[in-house]
């Protein structure tokens, strides 16, 4: 059974910093596109960045860009999504999500791509 299993959500002052960890488990992470998403209180679930299944191609959200960092170890079959100068406007629930798709920078949105959902991770940025 496939699964995923974020962690790493806190609570953190602007300007701050985290690192999410997505770990997989019940299949190998090397065929998977793996994208973060997050959801605030009230607004669509929106893309934040994914990651080709080798870890050769990345792409962001405009909002984060210079800020966000994905990146992947599947030898620990592990995604992160290092988050540097966090805004008021970053906090939400942050998901991972696994799709045995072909990487295009424009997937990284595309929801349906992604048949495996972690459970999510609370971010909150608050002084």
């Known amino acids: 059974q496939l699964q995923l299993v974020e962690s790493g959500g806190d609570l953190v002052q602007p300007g701050g910093f985290l690192r999410l960890s997505c770990a997989a488990s019940?299949?190998?992470?090397?065929?998977?596109?793996i994208a973060w998403f997050r959801q605030a209180p009230g607004k669509e679930r929106e893309g934040v960045s994914c990651i080709s299944s080798s870890g050769g191609s990345t792409n962001s959200a405009d909002s984060v860009k210079g800020r966000f960092t994905i990146s992947r170890d599947n030898a620990k079959k592990t995604v992160y999504l290092q988050m540097n100068s966090l805004k008021p406007e970053d906090p939400a629930v942050y998901y991972c999500?696994?799709?045995?798709?072909?990487?295009?920078?424009?997937?990284?949105?595309?929801?349906?791509?992604?048949?495996?959902w972690g459970q999510g991770t609370q971010v909150t940025v608050s002084s």
């Open positions: 019940g299949f190998t992470l090397d065929y998977y596109v």
């Open positions: 999500a696994a799709g045995r798709t072909t990487y295009h920078s424009s997937i990284c949105s595309t929801t349906w791509l992604y048949n495996s």
